[in-house]
């Protein structure tokens, strides 16, 4: 196993753009996928395989990597954007075995 | 509609057992892994365990592997997870999800609405 590591928390205005990194030593080799929850709610997946945006989720959500590095940007924040946002991996324990971050409170100021 | 309803969360003493449901609903439940994940109070997110679509392989993470057991039966669709010598730090929302696949790697698009489990005395 090893650790995705994301900061705890991200603070921006309305209208501009935030950034969560989600970093880990295993990342190179395996897809990054992020998920948005809000209080009370179960996690909504909305990047999947680095990049690509889900079905549904709005065009301000964007994914991108380099390294062991991989970004969640939200460009143009909106209110209901506050919530929690963990990124996932593949683990080095088996096919099925993930591994989430610890997660980054977003908050719109 | 994909639909995923947890039921069986309970109070629970340090050493006693639950065992959770997970009732699926609006796609061929014979064709997809399950898992389930759990989420300790104003904390992220854990992955637990997982059962193929046939049922005939589980996986667990360290920290339940020999005192968890996941298991499914397709007639009912159903998955449930058999819980013993459960800890404090056991305690958690537990929320049943769906994996799909994609190039050989594995996430979630559904999940259900959680079922919580409390350890202690």
């Known amino acids: 196993s090893y650790d995705l590591t994301q900061p705890p928390s991200v603070s921006v205005s309305p209208g501009q753009t935030a950034r969560i990194t989600c970093s880990g030593d295993?990342?190179?080799?395996?897809?990054c996928f992020w998920y948005q929850q809000k209080a009370g709610q179960a996690p909504v997946l909305v990047i999947e395989k680095d990049t690509e945006r889900p079905s549904g989720i709005p065009g301000r959500f964007s994914g991108s990597t380099s390294g062991t590095t991989a970004t969640l940007t939200i460009t143009g924040v909106q209110a209901e954007d506050e919530a929690d946002y963990y990124c996932?991996?593949?683990?080095?324990?088996?096919?099925?075995?993930?591994?989430f971050g610890g997660g980054t409170k977003l908050t719109v100021l | 509609e994909v639909q995923l309803s947890e039921s069986g969360g309970a109070l629970v003493q340090p050493g006693g057992s639950l065992r959770l449901s997970c009732a699926a609903s609006?796609?061929?439940?014979?064709?997809?892994?399950l898992s389930w994940v759990r989420q300790a109070p104003e904390k992220g997110l854990e992955w637990v365990s997982a059962?193929?679509?046939?049922?005939?392989?589980?996986f667990y993470a360290d920290s339940v592997n020999g005192r968890f057991t996941i298991s499914r039966d397709n007639d009912r669709d159903t998955v449930y997870l058999q819980m013993d010598s459960l800890r404090v730090e056991d305690t958690a929302l537990y929320y049943c999800?769906?994996?799909?696949?994609?190039?050989?790697?594995?996430?979630?698009?559904?999940w259900g609405q959680g079922t919580p489990v409390t350890v202690s005395s």
């Open positions: 059962i193929t679509a046939s049922g005939g392989d589980t």
């Open positions: 999800a769906r994996y799909y696949e994609r190039s050989g790697y594995y996430f979630f698009k559904h």
């Open positions: 295993e990342l190179p080799k395996h897809y």
């Open positions: 996932q991996s593949a683990d080095t324990g088996g096919t099925y075995h993930v591994i």
């Open positions: 609006g796609f061929p439940f014979t064709n997809y892994a």
